[in-house]
């Protein structure tokens, strides 16, 4: 008679289990309907104006190709979560007929973008889609202005700013206790915003500019850099490193080691702040290298990984909500509770009063990893990666 009472009781508790099993696969086979995710990719062709050197020149695919690789490792996992991730791209050498193709995307459905654009196209883009549903991410552009005077309200920034490059030098300077400055820079607009951003990082870290010279020499510094740089780097004071601010490197790889005195140069040759680099090999990240060698035959660059990080953000948000709906994957990007896996020894999420990406900044020489900024005993209430770039209380954005 126990016996009995013994089956029945197991017969009951089996019954019960495998109904609320049932139950279970019955609401997520419901709930996880196979969800189709398409994104474009909008590329414009920049004209770069003729250079005085021609030792790197930057791969006509970067950043189209980061984000290729993104789409292979989503749908890696998409698969499971009976997701699919699309990647469509179109290349421009003007700037009306990008922002038209966008325009007819969008009316044909298309709602998420990755944008590798110039500054002008970002701010008409932008002033364009407000109020739409609509998932913009800039790539390529670190112009300070976008994430602090302009507010691109609608853009997420995967591109760190310059102030983040220079924040994260500074740090760095500070801690190796570089104090004192030579700064050179070019005579571009770029060069000149570049320059503009260290010096705002060397008054918040406390460190001074002794001089800055302007580099307008017209010269093919492959035959007379030994003579002419010793020269041009000579001062009334003495000096710890140098920074140079030479966005096309035109120049810069020439002053490393020609410089009057023995110092460092860092900014945009020696030293430099990269969100990516082909020698980060921590944190998983040599298995993303050989993954990207192995698709494209080349090394992954920082345009690369810029829009990598753009569609792993969207397959994120995708595998978090199990949405598709964009409203729902913005809101989700920009609350507290993303965060995303990018091989960067911690989890990356996006700073709701300008839209950029929160990250740590490789410091890097050609061959070899040096430090990873934030450094060490730079303290911040909520995040120290927030020491890096605008902090909400330094932002003109409004938090939305």
């Keep these: 008679m126990q016996k009995q009472n013994l089956w029945k009781k197991l017969a009951a508790t089996c019954f019960i289990s495998f109904a609320f099993l049932s139950s279970f696969l019955i609401s997520f086979t419901t709930h996880a309907l196979p969800l189709s995710i398409e994104i474009t990719y909008l590329m414009l062709h920049k004209q770069q104006a003729p250079a005085l050197s021609n030792i790197l020149e930057m791969a006509k695919d970067s950043g189209y190709q980061g984000a290729n690789l993104a789409i292979d490792d989503s749908n890696t996992t998409g698969k499971f979560l009976q997701q699919h991730f699309a990647l469509t791209s179109y290349e421009f050498s003007n700037q009306q007929k990008l922002i038209n193709h966008l325009k007819q995307e969008f009316k044909g459905g298309k709602n998420i973008f990755i944008l590798d654009a110039s500054i002008p196209v970002l701010n008409e883009i932008n002033e364009?889609?407000?109020?739409?549903?609509?998932?913009?991410?800039?790539?390529?552009?670190?112009?300070?202005?976008?994430?602090?005077?302009?507010?691109?309200?609608?853009?997420?920034?995967?591109?760190?700013?310059?102030?983040?490059?220079?924040?994260?030098?500074a740090q760095w300077l500070l801690y190796r206790r570089l104090n004192k400055v030579l700064l050179i820079r070019g005579e571009k607009p770029a060069d000149i915003a570049l320059?503009?951003?260290?010096?705002?990082?060397?008054?918040?870290?406390?460190?001074?500019?002794?001089?800055?010279?302007?580099?307008?020499?017209?010269?093919?510094?492959?035959?007379?850099?030994?003579?002419?740089?010793?020269l041009f780097t000579q001062?009334?004071?003495?000096?710890?490193?140098?920074?140079?601010?030479?966005?096309?490197?035109?120049?810069?790889?020439?002053?490393?080691?020609?410089?009057?005195?023995?110092?460092?140069?860092?900014?945009?040759?020696?030293?430099?702040?990269?969100?990516?680099?082909?020698?980060?090999?921590?944190?998983?990240?040599?298995?993303?290298?050989?993954?990207?060698?192995?698709?494209?035959?080349?090394?992954?660059n920082e345009i690369d990984f810029n829009g990598y990080l753009a569609v792993r953000t969207v397959a994120q948000a995708v595998h978090k909500t199990n949405a598709s709906e964009i409203k729902i994957l913005i809101d989700h990007i920009k609350s507290d509770d993303f965060k995303l896996a990018a091989y960067k020894g911690r989890k990356l999420s996006y700073r709701s009063w300008?839209?950029?990406?929160?990250?740590?900044?490789?410091?890097?020489?050609?061959?070899?990893?040096?430090?990873?900024?934030?450094?060490?005993?730079?303290?911040?209430?909520?995040?120290?990666?927030?020491?890096?770039?605008?902090?909400?209380?330094?932002?003109?954005?409004?938090?939305n």
């Design 195 to 230: 320059a503009n951003s260290f010096k705002r990082s060397a008054k918040r870290y406390g460190l001074k500019v002794i001089a800055e010279k302007t580099w307008n020499f017209n010269t093919d510094l492959r035959r007379s850099a030994q003579q002419e740089i010793p």
């Design 354 to 399: 300008n839209g950029q990406l929160r990250m740590p900044m490789a410091l890097v020489q050609p061959h070899g990893l040096v430090s990873q900024s934030p450094q060490a005993g730079i303290l911040h209430p909520v995040t120290e990666l927030d020491t890096l770039g605008f902090d909400k209380k330094e932002s003109h954005c409004n938090a």
């Design 235 to 300: 001062t009334s004071k003495d000096y710890d490193v140098v920074y140079v601010a030479d966005n096309t490197k035109d120049f810069a790889e020439y002053i490393p080691f020609n410089t009057y005195l023995p110092r460092p140069v860092v900014g945009s040759a020696g030293l430099e702040a990269l969100s990516w680099h082909k020698v980060i090999e921590q944190w998983g990240a040599a298995q993303l290298q050989t993954r990207f060698e192995k698709l494209t035959n080349r090394y992954m």
């Design 128 to 169: 364009w889609a407000q109020n739409k549903n609509i998932l913009l991410f800039n790539i390529s552009e670190f112009s300070n202005n976008l994430r602090d005077n302009h507010c691109l309200n609608r853009v997420l920034h995967t591109a760190p700013s310059y102030a983040m490059k220079s924040d994260a030098l």
